[in-house]
Nanobody, 124 residues
Framework: QVQLVESGGGLVQAGDSLRLSCAAS????????MGWFRQAPGKEREFVAI??????RYADSVKGRFTISRDNAKNTMYLQMSSLKPEDTAVYFC???????????????????WGQGTQVTVSS
């Protein structure tokens, strides 16, 4: 099983940028579909972005503002967030999908391993 650790969250102002990192260990990082999800207070965990091979997918709410990427040599995935809005405030989780099902159905139940989450707060 792969272990995941997020970092890079913090408190920023609307319009600012932030980069999240997800360090993986204990698995074959380059073979996994990797994803970012987020959960705001009182809301369900939602899909943000996923990455597999050379492809990426984004939620409509972040398309054009967020960029997901990975460095297989470092076993690390990133989420570059720009033009942040207060509604982006949430705990952000990285996740690994070992089966590949998550690429077609990017729902949290299709991802096998999760990090502990990192808080992102965007003030207006």
């Amino acid at each position: 099983q792969v272990q995941l650790v997020e970092s890079g969250g913090g408190l920023v102002q609307a319009g600012d940028s932030l980069r999240l990192s997800c360090a993986a260990s204990g698995g074959t990082f380059s073979s996994y579909v990797m994803g970012w999800f987020r959960q705001a207070p009182g809301k369900e965990r939602e899909f943000v972005a996923i990455l597999s091979g050379g492809g990426t997918r984004y939620a409509d709410s972040v398309k054009g503002r967020f960029t997901i990427s990975r460095d297989n040599a470092k076993n690390t995935m990133y989420l570059q967030m720009s033009s942040l809005k207060p509604e982006d405030t949430a705990v952000y989780f990285c996740a690994a999908d070992l089966s590949g099902r998550g690429w077609y159905y990017p729902m949290s139940r299709n991802f096998d391993s999760w990090g502990q989450g990192t808080q992102v707060t965007v003030s207006s």
